[in-house]
């Protein structure tokens, strides 16, 4: 992928919710959740503070992350939907 998302910025794969309940049931696709789980699929630099000094990112190429049901803007690159958001809108690292 040649995108780079810029400063404190992060793309995110939206990883696909289930479409079926524990019993079986098939939930239409306007009837789910937006996914809150993603993959970290590139970074920006870093934020950078008022006197010119980095802010070095904490999630990285790879983390699976937990965000906000409704953060970030979706966009397409190369036919393939993706989530752009500021780092602070991701809650959490999950475990791998």
Known sequence: MKFKPLHDRVLIE????????????????????????????????????????????DVKVGDKVLFGKWSGTEVKINGKEYSIMKESDIMGISGK
């Open 14 to 57: 939206v990883l696909d919710s289930s479409e079926k309940t524990a019993g079986g049931i098939i939930i239409p696709d306007t009837a789910q959740e937006k996914p809150q789980e993603g993959k970290v699929v590139a970074v920006g630099g870093g934020a950078k503070t008022e006197d010119g000094k980095l802010i070095p990112m």
